[in-house]
């Protein structure tokens, strides 16, 4: 969430944002989307609600050299606080390391 100099007083402003990260197994997709605990599964219409949702690109969109690998997830941060979405994000990406590492959640 970001507050805009200027003048403009206590407004706020959603952000969105895409971030590519190492290629996720479906199992991990589903351990990081199940798990989270602020930001629902769904797209952004321009709401306050901060949501998360897997993305594909469409084969037919110009990327250098073809298609992304890996796993893009489209973030759609809300009006809650900055430090309480980080730590549901951060606890997503801590339960796909804990897959990997073969080790299981307590």
Not at 5 to 33: C, K, N, Q, T, Y
Not at 78 to 96: H, K, M, S, T
């Amino acid at each position: 969430v970001v507050g805009l100099a200027g003048g403009l007083g206590g407004f706020v402003l959603p952000i969105m944002f895409g971030a590519l990260l190492d290629p996720m197994s479906a199992s991990e997709r589903a351990a990081f989307f199940n798990g989270l605990e602020l930001f629902q599964l769904g797209s952004s219409w321009g709401g306050f609600e901060s949501l998360a949702v897997p993305a594909w690109p469409a084969p037919i969109r110009d990327f250098p050299n073809g298609e992304a690998e890996g796993a893009l997830i489209r973030i759609h941060a809300g009006l809650e606080a900055p430090d309480d979405l980080i730590a549901d994000l951060d606890a997503a990406f801590g339960r796909v390391r804990m897959m990997r590492s073969g080790k299981r959640a307590s």
